[in-house]
């Protein structure tokens, strides 16, 4: 089985690689975020690739269809396995980056991020989006649906209405992970792995629940076990 583990590497390229090898492909995917690509750029995803793993460019790309365009291009070039884009960049730039998936030999998975884990009603009110963080998340998830994206990141509070509405192939990526026990750091709509993908996730995307724990290939082995 593929693991539905993505691992979060927030940190530089000497200790995200250190990381990488320390953990194993065959258990769970990477991800590279704004941090990690910002200082090690398209050398660190050669790197992960070299060690055998599917890479998840977290990069969020949120600009006018023509430079999204341009974006996704140079990013399918690098050989990711899934990358994102911020779907309040509206209709026309999720059209013209799916256009561009479709258009490629090898098509990496793209979904679109609907409001951050970070974010809660409260948060969406200060910036001006008046809407329940839910009903939010699913005004965005649908017009991804529509441009033929093929799932979207979004916190594990809004998967079971999600799972529901969405067609059954709709891929469901959920950051916000935390054990029990744990402390929530920044993220405010969090829930289990198991909790996640019981309630219809694919992917988890869990970071210093496993980068900070003296034995993240460890921690990865508990957490599959628990799913
Ligand atoms: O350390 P933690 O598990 O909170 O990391 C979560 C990861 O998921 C971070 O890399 C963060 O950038 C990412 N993420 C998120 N919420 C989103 C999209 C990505 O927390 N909507």
Redesign the pocket.
């Known amino acids: 089985m593929k693991s539905p583990i993505i691992v ?3 940190m530089g390229p000497n200790n995200a690689l250190d990381l990488a090898k320390e953990i194993d492909p065959q258990e769970c995917r990477v ?1 590279v ?2 941090q990690l690509f910002t200082i090690g750029g398209p050398l660190v995803i050669e790197k992960l690739n070299d060690l055998g793993f599917d890479v998840f460019l ?1 990069l ?1 790309f949120h600009d006018i269809p023509n430079t999204v365009r341009k974006a996704v291009e140079a990013t399918i070039k690098m050989g990711v396995w899934m990358l ?1 884009i911020h779907s309040l960049g509206g209709k026309e730039m999720l059209r013209v980056a799916h256009e561009v998936i479709e258009k490629a030999s090898i098509k990496p998975l793209l979904v679109g ?6 974010l809660n009603d409260k948060a969406l009110k200060e910036v001006g989006l008046d809407h329940k963080t839910k009903d939010h998340v699913l005004l965005l998830a649908k017009l991804c649906e529509t441009e033929g994206l093929d799932g979207v ?3 594990p509070n809004e998967l079971s209405i999600l799972r529901e509405k969405m067609h059954k192939n709709f891929l469901l ?1 959920t ?4 054990s029990e026990e744990a402390n929530k ?3 405010k709509r969090i829930s289990t792995a198991a909790s996640a993908i019981s309630k219809g996730a694919n992917f988890v ?8 724990h003296n034995d993240p290939k460890g921690k990865i082995k508990q957490i599959l076990e628990t799913v």
């Open positions: 979060a590497l927030d991800k975020g704004s977290d969020k994102n991020v609907t409001v951050l884990t970070s990141v979004c916190s990526v950051p916000g992970i935390r750091d920044d993220q995307v869990i970071g210093r629940e496993i980068t900070s």
